[in-house]
């Protein structure tokens, strides 16, 4: 059974910056491809930024770009989402996802249906 347990919301200003963390349960974590989705009131539950379980590749939406960092730790099966100049845009909650693989010939997965396991989500609020 593997678990994602998401940490490091809260409410900051515009200009500010945070990282979540998302601890996850198991013991082949770098065999995951991990996810951060975000999905505001009212809207659909997009993509944030993806890592291979390798760490060797990213992808981000354009939205964040040159803003986010998606990055892991396979030794403590946690990754993080470091984002910095946040704007009342980026309000929204926050969830961790895992799938198995991609094989590393094939494109990072970036719909929410491509995961099968997540995290319980965490509140991000950018005043401005």
């Known amino acids: 059974q593997v678990q994602l347990v998401e940490s490091g919301g809260g409410l900051v200003q515009a200009g500010d910056s945070l990282r979540l963390s998302c601890l996850v349960s198991?013991?082949?974590?770098?065999?995951?491809?991990m996810a951060w989705f975000r999905q505001a009131p009212g809207k659909e539950r997009d993509v944030v930024a993806v890592?291979?379980?390798?760490?060797?590749?990213?992808y981000y939406t354009d939205a964040v770009k040159g803003r986010f960092t998606i990055s892991r730790d396979n030794a403590k099966n946690t990754a993080y989402l470091q984002m910095d100049s946040l704007t009342p845009e980026d309000t929204a909650v926050y969830y961790c996802a895992a799938k198995m693989g991609p094989p590393f010939y094939s494109a990072l997965a970036t719909k929410p249906d491509e995961y099968g396991y997540w995290g319980q989500g965490t509140q991000v609020t950018v005043s401005s």
């Open positions: 890592i291979r379980g390798s760490g060797s590749s990213t």
């Open positions: 198991g013991r082949t974590f770098s065999l995951y491809s």
